[in-house]
C-alpha cells in the first residue's frame, strides 16, 4: 500500500458548500435573534446563541480555519460572537434574578448595579447583533447561501442552570454544620479582601481606565477572581443550602445573594477581558484584529467591564463582608492562646508549614502574633515574614477558633513535628496524609 497523506487539503469553494449546511442553525437563529426588540433578549437566547456558536466555531477549528486567509476572520468573528454571548447569559441570569437576591446593599448601592446590569445587558445585545451581521456578509462572501427558514421552536434548548458536580477537590470532610458554615464565611471575607485590594474604582478617562485594567485585571486574574468566587458559591450549595441551618439563619441566603451577583458579574467580566487580550496578543497579518476593532469598540467594552460589572461585582463582596463578618462569631469559638517553643526548636520553614495546613484545614482566619506584630497564621509568606523579623522570639499568641487553636497548641507541645511527623499524634495524622 503506497503512501498516504495524513491531511487533505480542501479547496475553499468546497469548503464553503461544507459551511453552509453546519452553520444552517446558526444562520437562522441568527435572523430569529435579530428581528427580536432588546428588551426581549432573555438568558434563552442567549444560551441558544453559544450552543449554535460553540458548535461552528469547532467546526471550523476541524478545518484549521485560524491559520488559513480566507476563514481566519470567519473563525475569529465567531468565537467573539460566542463569548459575549457567554458573557450575555450571565448578565441576562443577573437580570432575572437581581432583585430577589436577598442583600444589604443601601438603597442607592441597590438602583446603582440594577442600572448598571442592564446598561451592560443593552450593550451585549448590541455586539452581538453587530458579530451576526459580520457572521453573515462574510460567509455571504464565500458563496454561503443563508437559509430563508427562521429557527425551528423545537430545537430551542433549555435554560435551566447549569448543574455541575460540588467543586470539593482539595476540601477535606467538615466535622460539623457550624464548622462548614464558618469555613464558607470565611472564604468570603478572603474574597472579599482580595477585591478590595485591587482598589476598584469607577475610572471614566479612557487611558486611565485601560492603564489601570492591564496593571490589575488581566485575563489571567479574572478568571482567578471568577474562581474564588465560584468555589464560594459551590461550597455553599454542597454544605449549607437547603440545611437546617440555612433555614434558621436568614443571613446565610444573605450571604449567597451577594455572592451569586457577584459570581455573574465576574463571568462577563471574563469574557469580555478574553475578547480584548485575545486580540491584542494575535493580531494576525490577515487583519482579523484589525477587522474587529472596527466592529467592537475596545473602550467601549472596557468601560462597561471596569464601571459597570467589576465595581459592582467588588460592592456585592465588600457589603456581603460585612454579613461574614457578622456570621463568624455565631459559628466559630473565639479563643486566645499562648505557646512556647521548646528547647532547641526553632519556628523555620517546615513547621511553619504544618501551622498553616491546620489553619488550612478548618478554614477559619487564625492570627499570628509575634512581639506584638500580627499576621494571617493561614499564609505561609506572612508567617515567614513575621517569625523572620523577630528571629529571638520563643513565645507566640494565636487567636481563632477553638478547633484549629487546639491542634496548633498540640502541634507546640509535640516539638512542632521537629521528631517526624510519624511521631505525631493521632489527631495530627493529617499532617502526614493520615485521615
Known amino acids: 500500500m503506497g503512501d498516504r497523506a495524513l491531511e487533505e487539503v480542501i479547496p475553499d469553494k468546497a469548503f464553503a458548500a461544507l459551511l453552509e449546511r453546519r452553520s444552517d442553525m446558526?444562520?437562522?437563529l441568527a435572523e430569529a435573534l435579530r428581528s427580536?426588540?432588546?428588551?426581549?433578549?432573555?438568558?434563552?437566547?442567549?444560551?441558544?446563541?453559544?450552543?449554535?456558536a460553540d458548535a461552528v466555531e469547532a467546526f471550523l477549528d476541524d478545518f484549521g480555519a485560524r491559520h488559513n486567509r480566507s476563514f481566519a476572520y470567519l473563525r475569529e468573528l465567531v468565537a467573539s460572537l460566542r463569548g459575549f454571548a457567554l458573557a450575555g447569559f450571565s448578565i441576562a441570569h443577573l437580570v432575572l434574578r437581581l432583585d430577589g437576591y436577598p442583600n444589604v446593599l443601601s438603597a442607592g448601592e441597590a438602583a446603582s448595579s440594577s442600572d448598571s446590569v442592564r446598561r451592560a445587558q443593552a450593550f451585549l445585545v448590541r455586539v452581538v447583533r453587530l458579530l451576526l451581521a459580520a457572521v453573515q456578509e462574510e460567509s455571504r462572501s464565500h458563496g454561503v447561501v443563508l437559509p430563508s427558514e427562521t429557527f425551528p421552536e423545537d430545537r430551542w434548548a433549555s435554560d435551566v442552570p447549569r448543574r455541575k458536580l460540588a467543586r470539593n477537590?482539595?476540601?477535606?470532610?467538615?466535622?460539623?454544620?457550624?464548622?462548614?458554615?464558618?469555613?464558607?464565611?470565611?472564604?468570603?471575607?478572603?474574597?472579599?479582601?482580595v477585591f478590595q485590594e485591587l482598589g476598584i474604582r469607577r475610572i471614566t478617562n479612557e487611558h486611565e481606565r485601560e492603564s489601570w485594567l492591564q496593571r490589575h485585571v488581566s485575563e489571567e486574574r479574572?478568571?482567578?477572581?471568577?474562581?474564588?468566587?465560584?468555589?464560594?458559591?459551590?461550597?455553599?450549595?454542597?454544605?449549607?443550602?437547603?440545611?437546617?441551618?440555612?433555614?434558621a439563619d436568614a443571613r446565610l441566603q444573605t450571604l449567597r445573594g451577594h455572592a451569586s451577583a457577584a459570581l455573574h458579574l465576574m463571568e462577563a467580566v471574563t469574557q469580555l477581558t478574553h475578547f480584548v487580550e485575545r486580540h491584542e496578543r494575535t493580531a494576525r497579518d490577515d487583519g482579523s484584529a484589525r477587522r474587529i476593532a472596527g466592529l467592537v469598540s475596545k473602550a467601549d467594552v472596557r468601560d462597561v467591564t471596569l464601571n459597570h460589572l467589576l465595581v459592582h461585582a467588588a460592592t456585592f463582596l465588600q457589603r456581603g463582608r460585612s454579613v461574614a463578618e457578622d456570621l463568624l462569631p455565631s459559628y466559630t469559638n473565639f479563643q486566645e492562646i499562648e505557646v512556647d517553643l521548646q528547647p532547641e526548636v526553632v519556628l523555620h520553614a517546615r513547621p511553619a508549614a504544618l501551622i498553616v495546613s491546620i489553619v488550612q484545614r478548618y478554614g477559619t482566619p487564625v492570627e499570628f502574633e509575634a512581639d506584638g506584630e500580627r499576621c494571617n497564621a493561614g499564609s505561609i509568606l506572612e508567617m515567614m515574614v513575621t517569625v523572620g523579623s523577630y528571629p529571638d522570639v520563643r513565645r507566640f499568641r494565636f487567636r481563632g477558633d477553638e478547633r484549629p487553636l487546639r491542634d496548633i497548641r498540640l502541634l507546640f507541645q509535640n516539638a512542632l513535628g521537629e521528631n517526624g511527623l510519624d511521631a505525631l499524634p493521632a489527631e495530627l495524622a493529617y499532617l502526614s496524609g493520615g485521615s
Do not use: C, P
Not at 176 to 183: L, N, R
Not at 223 to 243: C, I, M
Open 26 to 28: 446558526l444562520f437562522r
Open 36 to 52: 427580536r426588540a432588546d428588551a426581549e433578549w432573555t438568558r434563552r437566547h442567549f444560551f441558544q446563541l453559544v450552543s449554535e
Open 169 to 193: 477537590m482539595g476540601q477535606g470532610e467538615l466535622a460539623s454544620d457550624e464548622q462548614k458554615t464558618a469555613e464558607i464565611a470565611s472564604k468570603f471575607v478572603e474574597a472579599a479582601r
Open 222 to 247: 479574572a478568571r482567578s477572581l471568577e474562581a474564588s468566587v465560584h468555589n464560594l458559591q459551590s461550597a455553599y450549595d454542597t454544605w449549607v443550602k437547603g440545611t437546617s441551618i440555612e433555614a
